[in-house]
């Protein structure tokens, strides 16, 4: 079995192939070549489909509950501010620059190099399953949720996004509604009592002031925004109609079934959720995966963004290398550091959970 150092050396390289790989999401065949590469290199069977890669340990036992390690390796479209090549993998003052080396190539790199080496292991006490999954940037049918069917049942997942390797231990879900506002058109110079922008006021006023019961000590609040408006297409045209959308944060007190009822009860408009599947997620404090992350100084917090934690039924933890606030940023970087940390990390952890069970 190879040492972590060397397994740390060849993760940060996967990584450099991944950058210098274009991989948008739906279009991520070619990083998924660059990952079989690296299974095939260490003796490690695997499974494909569509641009998901996913492998189990040697020793897998259907009587055991099962770890899912996963990360993506699709990545959004470089922005405009670039001053560096985002396809080209840059060292300078530790720091390895190009796009998705933060969001999240190094947390991918990373849990494939703590899968191998757990792989080997003959006396685990859980299953482990690495995904490296596609089209999680734009939240996609052929990403992660498409991959679970082929997986046994999931006790509990880790998910790497950047975290700064501290404990997400919570993930706000999110649903979107697109809002349609109906009234009567008309001439703008006569008297109009249904006028649909006029009709859309007090339902933006209920968005502005409800509050759900329940808060979430991680998450906090359930929060609604209205994000965007749209009616009538010239100045003396009363239109038949008004369009608004909103952006709901959910937290893990709810699942988005209950929170769009709620909307329903209250809002007397056609109401559509553009998804219903991306719903909040946690995992109890309590939890060893948790406890194993705190007794190594991890702090614990409840995430903002958005991951592929969305699509699990299962407790997950969200917790990788690399900082958050970099992701979709001008030369994106993660310190190489960040790495050498962050699969220490990973290993430390999980050994500790599996002694203490």
């Known amino acids: 079995m190879k040492n972590i150092a060397t397994l740390t050396q060849e993760a940060i390289t996967l990584l450099k192939n991944l950058i210098e790989t274009p991989s948008f999401s739906s279009e991520e065949d070619q990083t998924a070549l660059l990952i079989e590469n690296w299974f095939n290199q260490n003796e490690i069977p695997f499974q494909r489909e569509n641009n998901n890669i996913w492998a189990f340990n040697k020793n897998f036992d259907k009587n055991k509950p099962t770890l899912l390690l996963n990360s993506h390796h699709d ?3 470089p922005n405009q501010a670039y001053t560096k090549d985002p396809f080209k993998a840059i060292v300078e003052d530790g720091k390895l620059y190009g796009l998705g080396s933060n969001d999240a190539g190094g947390c991918l ?3 494939i190099a703590t899968f191998t080496h757990f792989y080997n292991n003959e006396n685990l006490p859980y299953n482990i399953v690495v995904v490296a999954s596609a089209e999680e940037e734009s939240s996609g049918k052929k990403g992660l949720n498409s991959v679970l069917q082929h997986l046994p049942e999931l006790e509990c997942a880790i ?3 950047p975290t700064l390797m501290q404990l997400a231990v919570a993930e706000k879900g999110l649903l979107v509604l697109d809002i349609k506002v109906k009234g009567t058109a008309s001439h703008a110079a006569h008297n109009n009592p249904d006028n649909p922008i006029y009709n859309t006021l007090p339902i933006i006023e209920w968005f502005k002031d409800f509050s759900f019961d329940k808060i979430s000590e991680q998450l906090g609040p359930v929060k609604m925004t209205v994000t965007q408006i749209n009616a009538g297409k010239q100045h003396n045209v009363v239109p038949s109609e008004c369009d608004l959308v909103v952006d709901i944060r959910v937290n893990d007190c709810y699942n988005n079934t209950e929170v769009l009822a709620t909307v329903r009860e209250h809002v007397k408009a056609e109401v559509n959720p ?3 599947h991306l719903n909040a997620s946690s995992i109890p404090v309590t939890h060893g995966l948790v406890q194993s992350g705190i007794a190594l100084g991890r702090t614990t917090y409840g995430s903002p963004t958005l991951s592929d934690q969305s699509v699990l039924s ?3 933890l ?5 900082d958050s606030l970099r992701s979709h940023s001008a030369d994106e970087f993660i310190f190489i550091n960040e790495i050498e940390e ?3 990390l990973y290993i430390k952890i999980m050994s500790d959970f599996f002694k203490n069970i």
Request: hydrophobic letters at 30%; proline letters at 4%; glycine letters at 18%.
């Open 318 to 322: 969200k917790l990788g290398p690399g």
């Open 314 to 316: 299962c407790k997950s």
């Open 109 to 111: 790199v990373s849990l």
């Open 342 to 344: 962050g699969i220490e």
């Open 75 to 77: 990545t959004v479209r």
């Open 274 to 276: 553009r998804s219903m």
């Open 159 to 161: 998910i790497g996004e």
